[in-house]
């Protein structure tokens, strides 16, 4: 299915409210598909979205291939979902940005499993947390590591555990 | 029948040698540096290669030990996260004593390419325990592990002694 109908498909279902779609015009066909996504309004949603994604039968999109996150450096977070059907071969890129005081996404554990070691590095390296995730550590760092080191204004400890760490 | 007796060298048999304690322990322990096995990156596969068959590091007696508590020389082969840091301080001080350290390759010199945005890297393993011998490279090659660990022979061999080691 053409991302358009897959979205179009989306909001018949759930409503116009769910989102926006931001297209990308670039001039590579992949670019085009992989660097478009559709902007999720509410992270309420988000869940109720997801399985619906995975269990409507016309879109099967049975994996997350990338989940990933950023930082706008405006104060605000993002996750964003690369997801693939491995059926009909469509990909689509979910998107959802919260302020960074309320970083908080819900979990998306329950939909895709492998989806669990990517937001624990996504906590780990952004500071997002994951509502209902199953097992929520960080998974590179130590559990005492002061702070998320991709965040934009991240500074790193003078000492961590005596060791002095800046050059 | 009587088997002829040879003079021999090997065996050390017949002959007589005047040394001091200290001579012949340096000599002892330079030619039995047990080394722990223990790798951290990309330095330690140029380790294991040195150790193998071509460039056979036994021949300087340097045979890998599963224990700290077996082992001579720990060499500090790779990027030394904070996280591994105390796990390294740790393994060093089980070592029983006289030790000796390697530090292989930039990462663990000085944090190699990490120097600048390493947020969870160690500059230098000589932050946590003392070195005696740092190979730069990245990696160094096996010949430059070997001579590294020559240096550390001559420096064992100095111990003690009012000679002067020459780096």
Not at chain 2, 63 to 86: F, H
Request: hydrophobic share 40%.
């Amino acid at each position: 299915m053409e991302q358009l109908g897959i979205i179009e498909r989306l909001q018949s279902a759930f409503g116009e409210t769910l989102g926006v779609w931001h297209a990308s015009n670039s001039e590579s066909a992949y670019a085009r598909r992989m660097g478009s996504f559709f902007q999720v309004s509410d992270p309420a949603r988000l869940l109720e979205l997801a399985f619906f994604l995975r269990d409507e039968p016309a879109l099967a999109f049975d994996s997350l291939l990338l989940l990933s996150s950023v930082d706008h450096g405006d104060g605000s977070l993002s996750v964003v979902y690369h997801l693939e059907s491995t059926v009909y071969r469509h990909q689509i890129v979910l998107k959802i940005t919260r302020p960074m005081a309320q970083a908080r996404v819900p979990s998306v554990t329950s939909v895709w499993s492998h989806a669990n070691w990517q937001e624990r590095e996504a906590w780990d390296m952004m500071g997002i947390r994951f509502e209902g995730h199953p097992d929520h550590r960080r998974i590179l760092l130590e559990e005492d590591y002061p702070g998320h080191p991709l965040r934009k204004y991240f500074k790193e400890p003078d000492f961590y555990h005596g060791m002095k760490v800046p050059n | 029948m009587e088997l002829p007796v040879l003079p021999t060298d090997k065996t050390g048999e017949g002959n007589v040698i005047v040394t001091s304690l200290d001579t012949l322990f340096n000599w002892s322990r330079l030619s039995s540096l047990w080394q722990m096995s223990f790798g951290l990156a990309c330095c330690a596969i140029e380790m294991m290669s040195t150790a193998a068959a071509h460039y056979d590091m036994m021949r300087f007696g340097v045979i890998p030990r599963p224990s700290p508590r077996q082992s001579d020389v720990i060499i500090i082969s790779g990027t030394v996260t904070l996280k591994m840091a105390s796990r390294v301080k740790m393994l060093y001080e089980q070592m029983a004593d006289p030790k000796y350290v390697i530090s292989m390759g930039n990462c663990s010199n000085c944090g190699g390419p990490y120097w600048e945005y390493g947020y969870h890297v160690l500059r230098g393993v000589d932050r946590v325990i003392p070195v005696d011998v740092y190979i730069p490279g990245c990696p160094p090659r096996p010949e430059a592990l070997l001579e590294g660990l020559m240096k550390l022979q001559e420096k064992v061999r100095a111990q003690g002694k009012d000679i002067e080691f020459t780096e």
